[in-house]
């Protein structure tokens, strides 16, 4: 069964990039079923996607982010990855990663999510 | 993008009552839709996908229902586990987006 954990730095200073993994488990990030993304929520707060990617490397990224954050996958590891530069305060929140059934999907198709990670930004 | 606008925002309900959430999108999704119960602390926890199916171990008493643009998340016999916020979640673009959410007091 496929499993997703995140893994980074808990505390960011303000103006750094924040840098968080992905590790998945019980399948491939190579499968053609799936999108694999980013999602966070600050704390009280609501749910925000944040990007998207493809196995391929077509990668969706959120208006209001997109000047400053990037998402890739690396197959050898099979992970996927989250960068986000010049962090500020407003960029703390617990950060989910998640895969996304495709519109073409087949078989296990439903949302899965990962535990989540904390992340701080704070000097 | 499509957006998803949650009613009501909150409720307060009692043991055994019969709870409707409802998820309305901005543009038709098919049945790209999912419920989710976040508890404080705790990751979402998928409880519908695909607008109807029940996630395995999700007690029966949650039922979705909908397409298109209107959806329900329904709870029948309101149990006090049940408290939280609910969030529904669209997978139609390329792009996820969540509701705003309903907090449930029971």
């Known amino acids: 069964q496929m499993k997703l954990q995140e893994s980074g730095p808990g505390l960011v200073k303000p103006s750094d990039t924040l840098s968080l993994m992905c590790n998945v488990s019980g399948d491939s990030v190579n499968n053609n079923n799936y999108f694999w993304g980013w999602v966070r929520q600050p704390p009280g707060r609501g749910l925000e996607w944040i990007a998207n990617i493809f196995y391929s490397g077509t990668t969706y990224y959120s208006p209001s982010l997109k000047s400053r954050v990037a998402i890739s996958v690396d197959m050898s590891k099979n992970q996927f990855s989250l960068k986000l530069s010049s962090v500020t305060a407003a960029d703390t929140a617990v950060y989910y990663c998640a895969r996304i059934g495709t519109g073409t999907c087949r078989g296990d198709c439903r949302p899965l999510w990962g535990q989540g990670t904390l992340v701080t930004v704070s000097s | 993008d499509v957006q998803l606008t949650q009613s009501p925002s909150s409720l307060s309900a009692s043991v055994g009552a019969r709870l409707r959430i409802t998820c309305r999108a901005s543009?038709?999704?098919?049945?790209?839709l999912h419920w989710y119960q976040q508890k404080p602390g705790k990751a979402p926890k998928l409880l519908i996908y695909?607008?109807?199916t029940l996630e395995t171990g999700v007690p029966s008493r949650f039922s979705g229902s909908g397409s298109g643009t209107d959806f329900t998340l329904a709870v029948n016999g309101l149990q006090p586990e049940d408290f939280g916020t609910y969030y529904c979640q669209q997978s139609f673009s390329t792009l996820g987006t969540f509701g705003q959410g309903t907090k449930v007091e029971i």
């Open positions: 543009q038709s999704i098919g049945n790209y």
């Open positions: 695909f607008a109807s």
